[in-house]
Every structure is written in structure tokens, then in C-alpha cells.
């Protein structure tokens, strides 16, 4: 009996001390989760339940070199409602007038708001949808709605924001200008200027937003306010001319349309300075409409034809191998060089004639001639010529995809050199720049020998205030001599003023041009597909040229015309006589010691605005942008801006006390 108890009791003393042992461990593990681990599980827990969120910034407006906005990012906005935040004395007083208030902006019933509202609040649904993708003036009018005002804790609001790309000129220059694409795996990539600057200049800093899970893989933000707000990226003015470019753009269109052309480029240049003014790449879709499908002026290498044989004279002019007054024979419009015939458009050719005339008319066995005479003994000096005009360079352009230029040089192994090479290269075949790159060559010619970077920015901002500006680069201060230059623009001139002179027929008593056009065969190869590349490049006016242009369509359709003088040259001429019209020569400046009453007026106002209100925010509607911004930043607060022009609404509303540093937006229109 007594052995019993003793196993009893040992059964009870064993199975108490595991009891005790787990206690400890059970306090043990307690202490240890509260003290010794606690910030690491409550963060854990944290992490499980909330997370930042980034908000995106707005990426940097880009403007043309008159003010005009070309991008801007639209802020957007999705409004929902926490239907377990708001207490029911709050909801039962408001629920009614802000179904009213929502019927009547959305254009619906009020009875079926209120039906699914409180349906929606029975469930304890925490992410009711009121709204999506609202503008700024909408987003504001949904903050005082009922129930709505009393903010995210007693009335529920929930506010996400997004922005969105916008083109106030639509897809007029948008290769240029830029904008995202995205690839089969939604990868995105920027192209032209968003692309080029964007991370540097246009992107702006992201912000934060803590947002905390609600269930069923929803997220509310937790505060009505950022963590971390976004800043804005930098504003970029561009070189555009929004007048030139609509001329420029409906120009290539008219004519790509007349003759069913594939695609075709149009760029204008200041002369001078190597910016850019205007700058059209149009392609057809399967449906036959045009738009901006590629930068072909940037990114599309090709052979030029006839208009290479500018470079082709100033090389032998320039080693004083042949002169304007030269006489070549053209053979009857028919020379053979290893059983490749070159021959001119004229049948019969134009027997012997000078160079000038050669050029004027476009001859192509005339130039051919001349430079086979000249380097058929020596090919790499012809070649060594081009190099000394920068022609084998690529412009070292900030926008990505530019082409690659090619010319054939006899010392390379494989360097596309032939038998032939030297006899089809002084006539536009067997060598291939962009358009862009063509131009410049040009336009150094309009700008006597000074060849200068094409350029697509002037200044960098941060509102009003420069944070970088571009200057002209020259890439080669003297392509060729002061004598060189002026025979070569005298070819220029007569190509448009002589009677016989292939650009003839776009000579005006009006406005003076220069230029060259081109008709180059492609797909050459295949005599069943043969199309044209038809080109114009020059400059206006012809003897003060402050700006150079050039046209380039491909595979205009053959049964309405294929030369350049007939396609190219005509969208040149609208654009220089446009030009003209539109834009006087001379610039006038008014009496800058002539006082005027809208700005004097103007001045009272901001300086009466910026001397009353310290704490209490004024009433900014109808002032300039520049007049705001002063005020506000003297008064300690941060400012956001959205549009352009005046004040037409504000985020904080006049009358309203506010502390130093806090953000306002403003609307401008």
C-alpha cells in the first residue's frame, strides 16, 4: 500500500515539475516576445499590416521656346470611402446629403447611392469606389461634399493620386517630345527628350504614403496626408517653335497624302545658333493615316542622291581640283565604269557644260566626271575631304537611336570600298547619313562654314528659377574656306533662281532660298520594287539665311511623281513662305521707358496681397503665376503648381489660418 502512494505521489511530483518547467518556458517565451524581441514582432506585424507606399512625382512640364506647354503631367485622383470610420451619429446626419451631393455630380439617382451605401456599410466594406480619375478642380469640389469634409478619421475619405502624361498639342512633334512605350512584358522605356532628360532633369523624387491593410488584399492610406511628399521635376524649354512646327507638321502631311507617301521628315534649324525650330516625322499606318511613328530625322540613315553632291563639289573646289567654271563633258547622259552605268534624267544628257551648270541641273554624269577625273588616281584623299568636313561623325546628339553615318574609305578592310565606290559616292549612292545630319552640313554652308550641334534644349528650371541653360556648340568652326563657301552658295541660289535650274519652280519674287534637291533610287537592287527617296535641303533667305530646312519622302507613289523637286520641294517652299509671313525679319522693341497701366495695375495688387497676409492665406484667384509663388514663398509655405497661366484655384482657401511650411497647390488655367 505504502509503495502505491509512493508512485502516486512520484507520478505527482514528476508531472507537476513538467508543468512548472513549462510554465517557466511558456514566461520564458512571454518575456522574451514583450522585452527582449519585442520591437522585432511588432515590427514584423507592422510589416505584415502597413507598408509605404510610393507616390509617384510629377515629372517636369516641357515648354517650346515660346512658353507654349508641349508635356505636363496631370495629377488624377480616386476617391473612396471608409464606411466603418465615421461614427453613426456622423454617418446617419451626412449619409443623406452626400448621396445627394454624388448623384449629382455623377448624374445619377441619389435613392441608389444611399441603397449601396448602406448595403456597403452593413458588409463593413473599408474601400467603397466614389470616384476614379478626377482632376485636380473635381478632386477638390469631393472634399466638401458631406461626411466627406470631416477628412479621413471621422468622415472615412480615402485619396489616391496618380498622374498622367498630357499633350495639350496633341500628337503634333510627340517623337520629339516624348512619351513611354511598353514592350510585351509591360517593360517601359521613354523616347525622345522625356527619354534623353528625364532621369536627369524631367523625373523629380517619389514620395511616401502609409497605407495598411484592410482584407481581401485592400490598402487604405492611413493618414490624409504624405509621409514623404513628391518633388516635382525640373521644367524643360525646348528649342520648338510651336508656330513653325504647325507649319512644318500640316506641310509634310498635305504632301505625304497627295502622293501616298510611306513616311517622310521635315526639320527646320536656326541658322546661327543650331537649334532646332520645328521638327515633323510622319509615317502611315495600315489603316493609311499618318502620325509619329518613328524619328526618322534622328534615327533613319539613308543615301541622299543629289544632294550629296554639294559635298562632292566642296571637297574637289576645296583641294582646288576642278572650279565652277570646269567643262565636262556629260556623254550623252551616259557614262559606263565597270558595266554600271551611270546616267542623268535627261535623255541625250547636256553635252559640255560647266560645273555650275552641272549642278544647277543636277547632272549626275557631269559630277561624276568631274570627281573621277580628279581622284580616280587617288580615292582617299576624296574620302579624307569628306573627314575634314566632320562628315563621318555622328552629332554626339543627346536623344537616343541617331544613325550612323557611312562613307566607303579604300583603307579599311571592309570598308564598303569597291571599284566603283568613288564614281557612285559623288552622286549620293554608297554613302548614307540621317537627315538630320545632312542638314547640318547646310546649314554650315548658310552659316559660312561655321558647322554648329543641332540642338533640342535652351534652359532648365525650377519654376522661375534657371537651374542650367545650352549654349550653341560648334563642331568645327571652318569646314572650308571663306572662297569655298561662297561659290557653294552661288550653286545654292542658282539651283532656285536659274530657269533651267532643277529647283526652279519654287523660286518666289517674294522671299530668296537656296538648296539642293534630291531624288535617290532605293531598293535598287530589286528593279521590280524600285521606289524613290525624293529630298530638299537648303536654307532661306538665300543671302542672310536665318534658317535651314530640310524634306526627305520616301516611296511617294511613282504614278503621281517621285522628284524632289515635285514632292520635297514644295512642302520647303510653304514652309519658308509661312515663315516669312508670319514672322517678320525684324524685330521691333518697344520704348522700354513707356509705362503701362496692366502692368502697373498688376503690381498694386501683388504688392497690396503681399503686405496684408503673414498667417491668414489670401485670395489668389486672377493673379499671375510668378505674383503667387512670390507671396506664398515669403509667407514660409511650399507651392505646387498645375497648369499654366493665372491663379483659377487653390488648395488652401482664402481666409484660412496657416503654419510655416505647409504645401499648397495651386491651379493655374
Avoid at 139 to 162: H, M, N, T
Avoid at 531 to 537: D, E, L, M, R, V
Avoid at 551 to 560: G, R
Wanted: with cysteine; aromatic share 10%; proline share 3%.
Amino acid at each position: 500500500m505504502q509503495s502505491t502512494e509512493n508512485s502516486i505521489m512520484n507520478k505527482l511530483y514528476f508531472t507537476s515539475g513538467v508543468m512548472f518547467i513549462f510554465a517557466l518556458l511558456v514566461v520564458y517565451k512571454l518575456v522574451t516576445i514583450q522585452f527582449v524581441k519585442g520591437a522585432y514582432y511588432r515590427g514584423l506585424a507592422e510589416d505584415r499590416t502597413t507598408k509605404n507606399v510610393r507616390i509617384p512625382a510629377n515629372r517636369g512640364n516641357v515648354y517650346s521656346v515660346n512658353g507654349n506647354l508641349l508635356a505636363t503631367s496631370v495629377p488624377k485622383y480616386d476617391i473612396r470611402l471608409d464606411l466603418v470610420a465615421s461614427s453613426d451619429k456622423n454617418y446617419e446626419a451626412l449619409i443623406e446629403s452626400l448621396c445627394d451631393s454624388l448623384a449629382s455630380f455623377h448624374g445619377t439617382s441619389s435613392t441608389e447611392f444611399k441603397r449601396k451605401l448602406r448595403l456597403a456599410r452593413q458588409n463593413k466594406s473599408r474601400y467603397f469606389l466614389l470616384a476614379r480619375n478626377l482632376g485636380y478642380s473635381q478632386y477638390l469640389k469631393f472634399r466638401e461634399f458631406p461626411l466627406l469634409s470631416l477628412g479621413a478619421f471621422k468622415g472615412g475619405l480615402i485619396v489616391e493620386q496618380s498622374t498622367k502624361r498630357d499633350y495639350p498639342m496633341g500628337t503634333i512633334a510627340q517623337r520629339l517630345i516624348g512619351y513611354e512605350r511598353f514592350d510585351d512584358q509591360g517593360n517601359v522605356t521613354r523616347v525622345g527628350i522625356d527619354g534623353a532628360f528625364g532621369e536627369k532633369y524631367l523625373r523629380g523624387d517619389d514620395g511616401q504614403r502609409r497605407k495598411q491593410k484592410i482584407g481581401k488584399g485592400q490598402w487604405k492610406p492611413i493618414d490624409d496626408f504624405n509621409q514623404v511628399e513628391p518633388q516635382d521635376g525640373y521644367d524643360v524649354y525646348t528649342t520648338i517653335d510651336v508656330n513653325i512646327q504647325d507649319i512644318a507638321h500640316h506641310a509634310l502631311l498635305e504632301q505625304l497624302e497627295k502622293y501616298k507617301a510611306d513616311h517622310g521628315t521635315v526639320v527646320v534649324m536656326e541658322t546661327k545658333t543650331g537649334e532646332i525650330r520645328a521638327i515633323s516625322n510622319l509615317g502611315r499606318n495600315k489603316a493609311g493615316l499618318y502620325y509619329e511613328r518613328l524619328n526618322y530625322a534622328v534615327g533613319e540613315s539613308h543615301e541622299p542622291g543629289s544632294t550629296f553632291k554639294l559635298m562632292a563639289l566642296a571637297v574637289a573646289l576645296e583641294d582646288k581640283v576642278i572650279d565652277t567654271t570646269t567643262i565636262v563633258d556629260t556623254k550623252k547622259g551616259v557614262l559606263s565604269f565597270y558595266g554600271k552605268k551611270v546616267k542623268d534624267s535627261k535623255k541625250g544628257g547636256y553635252g559640255k557644260i560647266s560645273i555650275a551648270k552641272a549642278f544647277e541641273v543636277s547632272s549626275n554624269t557631269g559630277i561624276v566626271k568631274a570627281i573621277h577625273t580628279a581622284y580616280k588616281g587617288q580615292p582617299e584623299k576624296f574620302v579624307d575631304g569628306l573627314y575634314r568636313m566632320n562628315l563621318q561623325d555622328s552629332l554626339g546628339l543627346p536623344l537616343i537611336g541617331e544613325g550612323n553615318s557611312i562613307i566607303p574609305d579604300p583603307r579599311i578592310k571592309n570598308g564598303r570600298w569597291s571599284g566603283i565606290a568613288l564614281q557612285w559616292m559623288a552622286y549620293g549612292y554608297g554613302v548614307s547619313f540621317t537627315p538630320l545630319q545632312t542638314l547640318t552640313f547646310y546649314n554650315a554652308i548658310a552659316n559660312d562654314g561655321v558647322m554648329v550641334r543641332p540642338r533640342f534644349l535652351r534652359e532648365i528650371k525650377e519654376i522661375e528659377t534657371s537651374i542650367e541653360t545650352f549654349d550653341t556648340e560648334i563642331i568645327n568652326p571652318r569646314i572650308c574656306s571663306k572662297e569655298t563657301v561662297l561659290k557653294l552658295q552661288q550653286l545654292l541660289k542658282n539651283v532656285v533662281e536659274k530657269k533651267h535650274g532643277t529647283g526652279h519652280r519654287l523660286y518666289s519674287d517674294e522671299f530668296s532660298m537656296a538648296g539642293k534637291t534630291g531624288t535617290c533610287q532605293k531598293d535598287y537592287a530589286n528593279k521590280d520594287q524600285l521606289n524613290y527617296i525624293s529630298s530638299f535641303s537648303g536654307y532661306f533667305p538665300a543671302d542672310d539665311p536665318k534658317y535651314s530646312c530640310i524634306v526627305v519622302i520616301h516611296e511617294p507613289d511613282k504614278s503621281v511623281g517621285y522628284y524632289g523637286a515635285d514632292v520635297s520641294g514644295p512642302v520647303f517652299k510653304k514652309i519658308a513662305q509661312k515663315i516669312y509671313t508670319d514672322s517678320p525679319v525684324i524685330d521691333e522693341v518697344q520704348d522700354v521707358n513707356q509705362k503701362s497701366e496692366l502692368v502697373a495695375a498688376s503690381y498694386d495688387q501683388y504688392y497690396a496681397v503681399a503686405q496684408k497676409y503673414k498667417t491668414i492665406m489670401p485670395n489668389l484667384k486672377g493673379m499671375s503665376a510668378m505674383d503667387a509663388i512670390s507671396i506664398l514663398e515669403n509667407m514660409g509655405l511650399k507651392v505646387q503648381i498645375v497648369g499654366n497661366g493665372t491663379v483659377s484655384g487653390q488648395s488652401i482657401k482664402s481666409g484660412q489660418k496657416i503654419k510655416p511650411q505647409s504645401v499648397i497647390t495651386l491651379v493655374l488655367s
